[in-house]
């Protein structure tokens, strides 16, 4: 089955402790981004990735990394987390470009 | 960075009405893409327009883009409760794709 899958779904965690959400692809998709949802903000994309090895800052990259070392994988890595980073996010990828992208289920993030 | 407004934010009608969600921008997108999500889900795609003026029909769903492509149009015909969701559309420039902020839509039995 063609799917986006992240991990974790759930995760509580505190100010300052690593943290990586992972995101894997199985439609051997070349474009792979990250957003995040917030009420009243709506969906804001993070970083996104073009191929392997090539990464770029979306419109909210502060206080987040990302890297893209095999073509399936992107994992979301937030060095030090805080309270302003609680919010779903998003794991999303499509054959190329920003177009017709398939979402994974999300990732519900708490940072006390 | 280029902004979407979507209308209304939100949205509450009777099964079997008729409705339309709006999303404008002053931006020229390469493409308008619709999206529906359901609670606790990542959205899904409904439909890609890409030409000005183009039209596409899923169902009892209607999306037109704009002739001048910065704005599109989602018409429901006969709104099933099935149709609950919130829908966002997205604007595709080279590398990224802009969301507006989503209509959320409630059909009542």
């Known amino acids: 089955e063609a799917q986006v899958t992240q991990n974790p779904r759930y995760l509580i965690t505190v100010t300052g402790k690593k943290l990586t959400v992972t995101c894997s692809q199985n439609?051997?998709?070349?474009?792979m981004s990250w957003y995040r949802q917030d009420p009243g903000l709506g969906l804001r994309q993070i970083y996104y990735s073009m191929n392997v090895e090539v990464t770029d800052k979306g419109d909210v990259p502060e206080g987040y990394k990302v890297s893209r070392k095999e073509k399936r994988n992107f994992p979301l890595i937030l060095e030090s987390p805080s309270p302003n980073q609680t919010s779903l996010y998003f794991c999303?990828?499509?054959?190329?470009?920003?177009?017709?992208?398939?979402f994974g289920p999300g990732t519900r993030l708490t940072v006390t | 960075t280029q902004l979407l407004e979507q209308s209304p934010q939100f949205l509450s009608i009777q099964e079997g009405e008729n409705l339309t969600v709006y999303c404008n921008s002053s931006s020229v997108f390469s493409s308008l893409q619709w999206y529906r999500q359901e609670p606790g889900e990542g959205p899904v795609l409904l439909v890609t327009?890409?030409?000005?003026?183009e039209v596409k029909k899923l169902k009892r769903l209607t999306f037109q883009f704009g002739d001048a492509r910065k704005d599109s149009s989602l018409h429901i015909t006969a709104a099933q409760p099935g149709d609950t969701g919130l829908y966002l559309c997205g604007g595709a420039g080279s590398y990224q794709l802009t969301f507006g902020k989503g209509t959320k839509l409630s059909v009542i039995p």
């Open positions: 327009v890409v030409t000005g003026g």
């Open positions: 999303a990828s499509s054959f190329w470009g920003p177009y017709e992208q398939y």
């Open positions: 439609m051997n998709h070349e474009y």
